[in-house]
Every structure is written in C-alpha cells, then in structure tokens.
C-alpha cells in the first residue's frame, strides 16, 4: 500500500514549519510533500535533506497548472498564504491583497480538481472583517484570506464538507518586530509597547506559533468528524494588551509597560503599516471577546478544548521566552 499524501503549502513559514513538525512527529504514516516558491533555497533544500518521508516540490501559486501537479494524489492539504510584506511596502495593500487573493482561489481551484483522493483540506484564514462589521473595518490582510473561503462554503464547489477553517490568532512573537518592538522611553526610563486599542481589550493570541498551529492542524485532522465544514478556532489564549507587555517582562527580565494610543498617532508614526496593524487592534476592541468567531454560527465553532489539545498548546510567554531580547531592544 502507497502512503497517503499530507500537501503543507507554505512548509517553510511559521506556519507550514510548525504542521510539518506537528505531522512527522505524530502521523508518521503519511508522506509529506512540501511546497516552496523556491525549491533551490538554503531552507529547502535542507528540507528535503532532512527526512525521507518529505518530498520537496517547488509551486507557483501563480499558477494553476503548478498547483494542480503539486495537488495530484493528495488526502489532505493544510494551505495557508501570506500577505506579503515586500509587495505592501513596494506596490502597497491593495496589491499585496490582490496577490494573496489569487494565491487562495488558484489554491482552492487546483484542491477542487482533485476531490476524488482530497479527505480533508485545511484553510488557514482570518475573520471578514468587512462582511461582519458591514463594511467599517477593511482590513487589507483579513480580506485577502476570504475570496478563498467564499469559495469553499460554496457547496457547488464540493468542498464545504471536507474543509476546515482554521482562525490563526496573533503570534506571542509579533513583539519581536516593528511596529510591535517595544522603544526605550528616555522620560519614564523604561520600554514602551504602544498599540491603539484599551488596555481591556481582550487580543486573541494562537500563543506559541511553533508548536500550537501544528499542535492544532494535527488534531484537526484526528477528528474529521468534528472539524470538517467547522471553524477551528487558532486561539489559546486571550491576553490584554499590557498581558502581553507583562508576558514580555516576564520572559526578558526587561520592564516593558503599555500605553494606549489613538489611531490616527500610531498610523503618523508607522504609515501603511500601521493602518494595517492599527485597524487589526480596533477590530479586536469592537468585536470584544469573541472577535476570532464573530460572524459565525456558534454550532460551527470548534475549540482547541474541543479537540482536546488545549493542555498542550504553549503560551506566548513561552514563545518570548525562545528569543535574546537584549539584543533585539538594543
Ligand atoms: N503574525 C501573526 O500574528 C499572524 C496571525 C495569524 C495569521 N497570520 C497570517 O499568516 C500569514 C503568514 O504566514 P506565516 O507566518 O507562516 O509566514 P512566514 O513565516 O512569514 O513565511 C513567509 C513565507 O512566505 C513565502 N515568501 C515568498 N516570497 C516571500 C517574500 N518575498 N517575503 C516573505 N516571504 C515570502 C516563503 O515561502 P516559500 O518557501 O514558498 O518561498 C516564506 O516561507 C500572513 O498572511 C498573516 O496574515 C499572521
Ligand atoms: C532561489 O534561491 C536561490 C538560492 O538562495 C537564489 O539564488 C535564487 O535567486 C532564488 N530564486 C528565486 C526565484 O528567488
């Protein structure tokens, strides 16, 4: 008997890395076949040097035909796709959400194809911002994520009841970059973490991105019968914002305090990125608690103790703890 076909696109990101971990270690009857743009990378090919169960192929999600080949065979497919940072800054959100956007349909397209061997695709989303809040909050990297799930709740497109979205909270390790990067304040002689949201809002964190989104995915795909055509919330914990200033003193032995600020102050301060990040914040106030879930039907929803992982799942704290923040805050 052949081994089944566990597809990770995007193997080399947080996120891919952090499945592909998660699948070797505990479902080891599967071969992986691990997507890069670049299959002639240092990270890839030591990949492909690394375990004989992974297969690297190198896809272009601009193109159908790549993904197709890359999708041929396949029983599962967890996909994620990345807003990315060098086409926001070059050509700006509208083009980095348009880039994404086609990534996911391509995607979703080519997994459609090959419905006769897919059991179970994975789709690493966020909330529509847009189509919950009636169009106040348009979030360029949330909306890049929904042509895709649109098209996958469409049951003529015969994959509603095989997919699982997964809603991937912030990363504990946002901290370690700009905008995020705490700055020394001369007058209060300590660290300042500045976002523009109260300090009682309550921020979804998925905490440790590596192991938890793996830890997850890996669950997911245990228990099809609860997860498939359901919402897997990518939440372990929910932190205020000076949560996780706290969880970044406690891990660095730095004090790190946070201060609120408004919108308009931390876009002056950032420019595109920080209306990105800023509008994200916002949300997350407006939508209070249950801002990862809003939208959809509490019968859809699926929790990390659901799946009966939650123990499992490492806080941000734990994740901060992994870098030198003496070098990092300078
Ligand atoms: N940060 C958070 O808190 C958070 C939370 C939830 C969701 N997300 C979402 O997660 C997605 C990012 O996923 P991730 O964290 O797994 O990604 P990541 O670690 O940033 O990985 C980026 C991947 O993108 C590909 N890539 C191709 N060209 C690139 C370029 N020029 N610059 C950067 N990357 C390039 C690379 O894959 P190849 O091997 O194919 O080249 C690379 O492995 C984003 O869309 C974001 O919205 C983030
Ligand atoms: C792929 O990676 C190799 C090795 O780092 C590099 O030389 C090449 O330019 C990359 N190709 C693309 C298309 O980015």
Known sequence: MTAPIAVIVGTLGAQGSSVLSALLENQPHYKIR????????????????S????????????????LLEAFTGASIIFANTV????????QGAAAAEELEASHGLNIVHAASKVASTLQHFIWSTLPDAEGITAGKYKIPHFQSKIPAERYLLDPANGLVDKTTFLRVGMYGSNLVRDPYKPSFVEEQVKY????PCSPSARIPFVGSETPNIGLIVDAIIRQ???????????VSE????????????AASNVDVAFLETSLEDYERRWGPIGTEIGLMFKLIEELGQGSFTAGVHASLIVTPEDLGVQGLLHSSEDRLREFRWEEILG
């Open 192 to 195: 300042i973490m500045t976002l």
């Open 51 to 66: 375990n004989p169960k992974v297969e690297v192929l190198q896809t272009d999600l601009s193109s159908p035909n790549s």
């Open 34 to 49: 691990a997507l890069t743009s670049n299959a002639t990378s240092p990270d890839a090919i030591r990949l492909a040097n």
């Open 238 to 249: 929910h932190l205020t914002a000076g949560g996780w200033a706290a969880a970044l003193s």
């Open 83 to 90: 807003f990315r940072p060098d086409v926001f800054l070059s």
């Open 224 to 234: 099809p019968g609860k997860t498939m055509g359901k919402y897997v919330l990518g």
